[in-house]
């Protein structure tokens, strides 16, 4: 099984409930095909959709998501950093941000890598900052850093300690497993800073 990050921008037409509902036949029909939601961010205004699918291939990934009704905008196979996946399961629903940076052309994954092992421990210097994991794409196109922390001005000090760029920020609301679709994504909902900024709970309106 890969990982594969799917970012979605449901219709305007869905509100709470109907992104809820479509989450919910997304978990179960990547179930059926042998995978997983992992897990799942969703924008306070419901704009956006993050998504990390397990599946086979690409093509399963996207034929789970579209089960719920939700376009795919984009698809990309990626790797998990700084966690395992039972560890990302647990702690899925303590994202407070999600951190967004694309990668300058060249940048290799061995390279990136390497940095970033060298760069961790300087989180030790902002403690109001828990980094919890990152979503890698493997095509070294960009990648997505989730952080538990209480402010955004924490968060963007910690990306600076570490020296790494910033070039949108999510802010997301843990929800507890009650709120998860098919009980198998714990998400958030929350809105965009740093940039423009905006999850498995579901945000009041657009």
């Known amino acids: 099984m890969s990982l594969f990050l799917i970012e979605s921008v449901p219709p305007r037409s869905h509100g709470r409930d109907e992104v809820r509902q479509a989450l919910d036949r997304i978990a179960e029909e990547a179930r059926v095909a042998g995978g997983d939601l992992l897990e799942v961010q969703v924008a306070e205004d419901l704009s956006k ?3 990390i699918v397990e599946a086979g291939d690409p093509e399963a990934a996207k034929q789970a998501f579209r089960a719920g009704g939700l376009p795919v905008s984009l698809i990309k196979q ?4 700084g966690q395992d996946v039972e560890a990302a399961r647990r702690s899925r629903g303590r994202v407070d941000y ?4 694309n990668f300058p052309p060249g940048l290799t994954m061995e390279a990136y890598l390497q940095r970033k092992q060298a760069s961790a421990p300087k989180y030790a210097e902002v403690p109001e900052v ?3 994991r990152t979503y890698v794409c493997e095509d070294m196109t960009k990648c997505i850093c989730f952080y538990d922390a209480d402010q955004l001005a924490a968060v963007l000090r910690a990306r600076q300690v570490v020296g790494a760029p910033v070039d949108a920020v999510t802010r997301v609301v843990p929800a507890g497993e009650e709120d998860t679709p098919a009980g198998s994504a714990a998400g958030s909902a929350g809105g965009s800073a740093a940039g423009r900024g905006p999850g498995s709970a579901v945000g009041e309106g657009r």
């Open 49 to 51: 959709v993050y998504a």
């Open 78 to 81: 990626v790797r998990l950093v």
């Open 98 to 101: 999600v951190v967004e940076w």
């Open 130 to 132: 828990r980094f919890l």
